[in-house]
């Protein structure tokens, strides 16, 4: 039951309640009104806030909540890669602008100042939407655990630069020297990258495909985890692709089906071989000769080998996915079918990436048009006046 006094600056509500978590007995009051009926409907206000939960928000501050949400609900839920994105928007971004703010203290229109704080430091807008999803992911969990009402996040514009495309790729004309130099290298660095060449997979989907991810008969791969190359845990081996729409099943050329129905005969030999010392229960597709996972580092340095062996530039492996991509826009696919087949989450992140490269081809392709029709060309140097 509340109490309310009249003060010189107006009408004042005080009341005592208890914490339903720490089950403390709290007191509330504030005053400030003209009359005592504000007085009182603030007071009713608050007492309908305590029945719905969201009395524990008046000195909830931004960043013990964040921290609550990163270690409640997102360690152990998320990758982590995903994780460490989340723990740096909310170090290095949203904890830095907001700084001692109470949860339920912020405002659509601050939050907005917040976003364009970050695009006036020139930030990309691709950056500017990674912090928003981190801050916009923890306020809509806000809003269901009943800390605050509605979501300050929605509605937002987002701005920033976009970023310069820096996709680094083996041009068509050299893969057949690179696969050339990878399989003098060795034959199972060979069979990896020209898998990522020939599917567009990440690295780390590649190195996470086991034999029934592999359909011969209709010429499928099914594309569902991925591997953590820095994870000293067997159980945590295995994670969830980048993103939800990284889970997909992408085709295979016959060409690629004839080197895995060949690998598989040659990872057979391995198991004869080494009988009980071959690592059975991975099941890899792609793996050293024991069965165990292609380390990171071997990938990395094989890779770097080759590159320099047939005189091209340094590259990430990652620079193969990009390769994948290019070899289908040089061969006039749309761009919808390399977004899913690359696992986008959307066609404007393929259009983005790939803007500049197809842009490119569309040029070279309306050179040799103008090539074939030019008067020294298919219509002769005589022409009518």
């Known amino acids: 039951m509340a109490n ?20 403390s007995i709290k007191e509330k009051s504030q005053r400030g009104f003209s009359t005592k009926k ?32 990163l270690n409640e609900y997102k360690a152990g839920t998320v990758r982590k890669n995903t994780f460490k994105l989340h723990q740096n928007n909310i170090n290095n971004h949203i904890l830095k602008y907001f700084q001692k703010i109470n949860l339920k203290d912020i405002k659509p229109i601050m939050y ?4 364009n704080s ?17 801050m916009h992911n923890a306020m809509e969990k806000a809003v269901y655990l009943q ?6 996040c929605n509605g937002v514009t987002i701005k920033g630069h976009r970023s310069k495309s820096n996709v680094q790729f083996i041009e068509s004309s050299d893969i057949p020297n690179f696969l050339s130099a990878a399989r003098q290298y060795g034959y199972i660095y060979w069979i990896f990258y020209k898998l990522l060449i020939e599917t567009g997979m990440r690295k780390g989907e590649a190195a996470a495909l086991q034999w029934p ?17 820095s994870t000293d845990n067997r159980s945590e081996l295995f994670g969830d692709p980048k993103t939800f729409n990284s889970k997909r099943t992408i085709r295979m050329s016959n060409t690629l089906v004839s080197d895995l129905k060949y690998h598989m005969t040659y990872q057979n030999q391995n198991k004869l071989a080494l009988k009980e010392l071959y690592r059975h229960d991975l099941n890899l597709v792609l793996c050293r000769d024991n069965g165990e996972i292609m380390p990171k580092s071997s990938l990395f340095n094989s890779f770097s080998r080759i590159l ?44 983005d990436i790939y803007a500049h490269i197809s842009k490119k081809i569309e040029q070279d392709s309306i050179k040799k048009f103008e090539e074939k029709i030019n008067f020294g060309g298919i219509w002769g140097a005589d022409t009518p006046k």
């Open 4 to 23: 309310f006094k009249k003060h010189k600056t107006g009408w004042e509500f005080r009341l005592k309640y208890k914490d339903p978590f720490t089950q």
């Open 38 to 69: 504000e007085a009182q409907l603030a007071a009713d206000e608050f007492e309908k806030k305590l029945l719905e939960g969201y009395e524990q928000t008046d000195d909830v501050s931004l960043a013990s909540f964040l921290e609550a949400w």
């Open 112 to 115: 907005q100042m917040f976003l």
């Open 118 to 134: 970050l695009a006036d430091k020139n930030y990309s807008k691709r950056t500017v939407e990674l912090v928003h999803s981190t």
């Open 147 to 152: 800390k605050i009402r509605k979501n300050p």
């Open 213 to 229: 991810d592999i359909d011969f008969k209709n010429q499928a791969i099914s594309i569902s985890k991925t591997l953590d190359f």
């Open 308 to 351: 320099k062996k047939v005189g091209l530039p340094s590259m990430p492996i990652h620079a193969l996915r990009h390769t994948h991509a290019v070899l289908m826009l040089e061969a006039g696919v749309e761009m919808k079918y390399i977004q899913e087949r690359l696992g986008h989450g959307s066609i404007q992140i393929t259009s």
